[in-house]
């Protein structure tokens, strides 16, 4: 589902100038997204801004052929995976309550089979008439979410409720509803960031990573309903919504925590960077330079830590197990040999000699490698993008069985 493609339907009221700004705040986000318009609402806020701030044509008449020919009203209903209305003015409320449909917009809010998010914008007096109130109920009834209005200065001079949410509030909104719970009631096991295997008091050898990727999947598991629990390395990220994170420094700490949390999950995701090797021998003080004669090198013996994911699909049950790999040449053939060696479900393989994708940036381009030889590529997304996708197949596979 994601990205997300929300159909933003703005009627004709004062806050729909803030529509372009909203339009930027969701794509920040990484939905598509596409606006239709009433006629009333073009008379607040240009249709050429809106199309230039989202980079898709914008909709306005129901009975333009060129406009239809593009892509028609049933079509536009269809393709939405939500539909958005704000600013939804009192007579927009209205109309949606009754079932009319004698605009684009009335009628695509008819036509759609997508969730329905309102974010009313109205005089204080004309939100609080008992006629908009019962059309609210009405809607509400019908699953019809709503956002705001939020308290204080409004256009028309008056105090009070009314003023639109904040476009940022707005999104956050937007990326809860709707969003099937297609994992209640399934535990999810992550790892993420990179070890760091302890030299001494103070130093230790890390492996490079962000910890992005897996706080993203964290972070979609979450969105979709399932209990996780977020196994953290070296990394300075803050903690996703609705994730119980345990903080674990060298490989040693991942795995036990791994172990501790391993028969309750149902799918295990390691997207962990983790130290292959760590010092054998670690000094509880700091090594000082004056203790080697004559500016004498340091050898650092280092022995192998153990392969949590081959040791954990070892005795996989009936979860699902996802690894990953980061390979600087020869992606696929490395992620084949990965995949046979470790055992696991399915190995998410990325090159990380490109520059726009892996290592600390937002996106990334992945491989999915299944067992079966399949390799599926996907296009450079936005890690949040790439988790989705991979919870998509994870829940097929599932359902598979
Ligand atoms: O062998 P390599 O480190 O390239 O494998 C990467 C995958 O194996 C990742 O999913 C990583 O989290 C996991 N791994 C592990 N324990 C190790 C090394 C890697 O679980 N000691």
């Known amino acids: 589902m994601d990205p997300r493609r929300i159909l933003l339907a703005i009627s004709g009221g004062i806050a729909a100038y803030k529509a372009p700004e909203l339009v930027r705040t969701l794509r920040r986000a990484d939905h598509v997204v596409r606006c239709a318009l009433t006629p009333e609402a073009e008379r607040f806020v240009s249709p050429l801004s809106l199309q230039a701030v989202s980079g898709e044509t914008v909709r306005r008449d129901l009975f333009d052929a060129g406009e239809e020919g593009e892509i028609d009203h049933i079509g536009l209903a269809d393709w939405a995976d939500l539909v958005l209305v704000a600013p939804a003015t009192a007579n927009l409320l209205a109309k949606m ?29 004309m939100w609080s008439h008992p006629a908009t109130q019962a059309n609210l109920a009405v809607l509400r009834d019908r699953g019809v979410a709503v956002v705001g209005p939020d308290s204080g200065e409004l256009a028309c001079g008056w105090e009070g409720i009314g003023r639109m949410s904040d476009p940022s509030v707005i999104a956050v909104a937007a ?17 993420a960031g990179g070890t760091a295997e302890p030299i001494d008091a103070v130093r230790s050898v890390t492996n490079r990573s962000s910890g992005k990727m897996g706080f993203a999947i964290a972070n979609e598991a979450a969105r979709r309903g399932a209990e996780v629990v977020l196994v953290a390395g070296v990394t300075s990220l803050p903690t996703p919504f609705g994730v119980r994170r345990v903080d674990v420094r060298s490989a040693l700490e991942m795995r036990a925590a791994v172990l501790a949390e391993f028969d309750e999950a149902s799918i295990v995701i390691k997207a962990a960077a983790v130290a292959d090797f760590r010092p054998i021998e670690v000094s509880g003080r700091k090594i000082k330079k004056e203790e080697l004669a004559g500016g004498a090198s340091l050898t650092l013996e280092l022995v192998q830590n153990p ?63 299944w067992p079966s030889g399949e390799v599926e590529e996907l296009p450079l997304l ?20």
């Open 382 to 401: 936005p890690k949040p993008g790439v988790a989705a996708q991979l919870f998509d197949r994870i829940e097929k596979l599932r359902e598979g069985r």
């Open 175 to 191: 990326a809860a509803h709707g969003v099937p719970p297609t994992l209640i009631g399934t535990r999810v096991l992550v790892t």
């Open 97 to 125: 309550a009754a079932g009319l449909a004698d605009d684009l917009v009335s009628t695509v809010l008819l036509a759609t089979r997508a969730p329905i998010l309102v974010a009313p914008a109205m005089n204080v007096n």
């Open 307 to 369: 392969d949590i994911l081959q040791e954990i699909s070892a005795r996989k049950g009936d979860r699902t197990i996802v690894g990953f790999a980061a390979e600087s040449h020869d992606v696929l053939a490395a992620a084949k040999r990965k995949l046979s060696r470790k055992g696991c479900d399915l190995i998410v393989a990325n090159d990380i000699s490109r520059s726009d994708a892996g290592f600390d940036v937002d996106e990334n381009a992945v491989l999915f490698v």
